[in-house]
């Protein structure tokens, strides 16, 4: 594992415990954005000029969970049913936290209407034009998965996820097996399970690894506020992760 990353993380953590707004800034990138438990999003100056509290406090003794992506490292921490992930991204100056992001799964969990069988937005149509041949083949696998995932298609989903994959939700922590299982019952139930539609987003491209900040909007309830990466691994993007935080403040809405 990258030491520098390493060194920047426990400088962080130990930052943002202490309330050292002028040591996390220092590590906080440009596109820095904080979602907290309750869905609420921070840009780099909100975050440092009111830094958040963590959830974690110098999370003592916690085990981490790291995946190196080259210039993208991922950070995973938890403890009783709170979830942190931290983003760092190789910058001319050095590695910087591009997300933080927390998921809480101690919340009641959100009341869901019926959902749908077919849906267009996010399977075959984006609000999000790609910039590049990177942005448009990384969603383009990312829209294969989410048809897999409205059509019951374990074995078509999983060639386009990382075996690393992990998903992380308000009732739900799955690594890639834990997935295709829920894919496979609803295969046989029968479910409706379209996914909930992209609202927007904004994706950051770095040498084989792209990181994705976004909103969707289920098709009853609260939106939802997202971290993904994606990794090109023999030609191929798979997505590594996915951090699903509901935006506890929203207002509930029925598509």
């Keep these: 594992m990258n030491e520098a990353v390493l060194h920047s993380d426990r400088a962080l953590v130990a930052a943002l415990a202490n309330g050292d707004a002028g040591a996390a ?6 596109d820095f954005t904080w979602v907290d438990c309750n869905g609420r999003i921070l840009d780099k100056a909100k975050a440092v ?3 958040p509290k963590p959830p974690l406090d110098d999370e003592p003794g916690l085990a981490q969970a790291t995946q190196d992506y080259g210039e993208v490292v991922t950070i995973v921490v938890d ?4 979830f942190v992930l931290r983003l760092w991204v190789k910058r001319a100056q050095g590695w910087r936290l591009i997300a933080y992001h927390e998921v809480s799964q101690n ?9 749908r069988k077919e849906w267009d937005n996010p399977c075959y149509t984006l609000p999000y034009q790609p910039r590049n041949a990177d942005e448009r083949d990384a969603l383009a696998s990312w829209q294969r998965l989410e048809i897999a995932v409205m059509h019951h298609e374990p074995e078509i989903w999983a060639q386009h996820v990382a075996d690393e994959f992990l998903v992380v939700g308000a ?5 890639k097996a834990d997935r295709k299982a829920v894919l496979a019952e609803q295969l046989r139930s029968g479910a409706n399970s379209a996914p909930a539609p ?9 040498n084989d690894a ?5 909103e969707h909007q289920p098709f009853h309830g609260n939106a939802a506020r ?5 990794v090109k691994r023999g030609g191929n993007w798979l997505m590594a992760v996915s951090f699903q935080t509901t935006r506890q403040d929203a207002e509930v809405k029925t598509i």
């Design 25 to 30: 800034a220092a590590l906080f990138d440009d």
């Design 49 to 51: 000029g009111a830094l």
């Design 79 to 82: 403890r009783d049913k709170v």
């Design 107 to 115: 919340f009641p969990t959100m009341p869901h209407g019926p959902g």
């Design 171 to 175: 009732a739900r922590r799955h690594s």
């Design 198 to 206: 992209l609202v927007s987003a904004r994706l950051f491209g770095f």
């Design 210 to 214: 792209i990181v994705m900040a976004c």
């Design 226 to 230: 997202v971290s993904r990466v994606f």
